[in-house]
């Protein structure tokens, strides 16, 4: 069976089993490949990592998709994954916040761009909750909260 990059990757129901054992395995720290021949490779930790990863998704149920680091989508496609309407990441486009070329009159980014600007989005939500956060305990916010009755801190 050959896979196709770019395509998503769906573990068979077939094949959950030996997954989950590779899971296992993989949880042993860093295998080694044996040949039919019987030479014997240690995986670099690098690709082991990949391995890793990969598996353990797939063993959730996920579907894996490899791409290159340089690989290009459309400005549609980038909404989508950023969770936007494609009118609003055009904005973001003209406002200077990611970097784009064109392609005849079609605007295109790389991936690793979208996927960098997702990871500072996050980092900034985040930032901003802890902020809100330890306003409101400074406030003395959460001392007025009281508990539900028959409810629980856990």
């Known amino acids: 069976m050959r896979l196709s990059i770019r395509e998503p990757i769906t573990l068979p129901a077939t094949e959950q089993v030996q997954v989950r054992d590779l899971e296992r395995m993989l949880g042993l720290g860093a295998p080694a490949l044996v040949s039919a021949s019987g030479e014997r490779l240690v995986v670099p930790p690098t690709v082991y990592e990949v391995l890793r990863m990969v598996v353990e998704l797939m063993a959730e149920g996920k579907s894996v998709t490899l791409l290159p680091d340089n690989q290009v989508v459309t400005t549609q496609r980038a909404a989508d994954l950023l ?20 392609v005849g009159n079609q605007r295109r980014v790389y991936l690793r761009d979208v996927l960098e600007f997702a990871r500072k989005r996050e980092e900034e939500r985040q930032a901003a909750l802890d902020r809100l956060s330890k306003q409101a305990f400074e406030a003395g916010l959460y001392d007025r909260n009281v508990m539900p009755e028959g409810g629980s801190d856990e």
Do not use: D, N, V
Not at 83 to 93: A, D, N, V, Y
């Open 83 to 102: 969770g936007m309407s494609r009118p609003f990441f055009i904005k973001l486009l003209e406002s200077g916040a990611m970097a784009h070329h064109m």
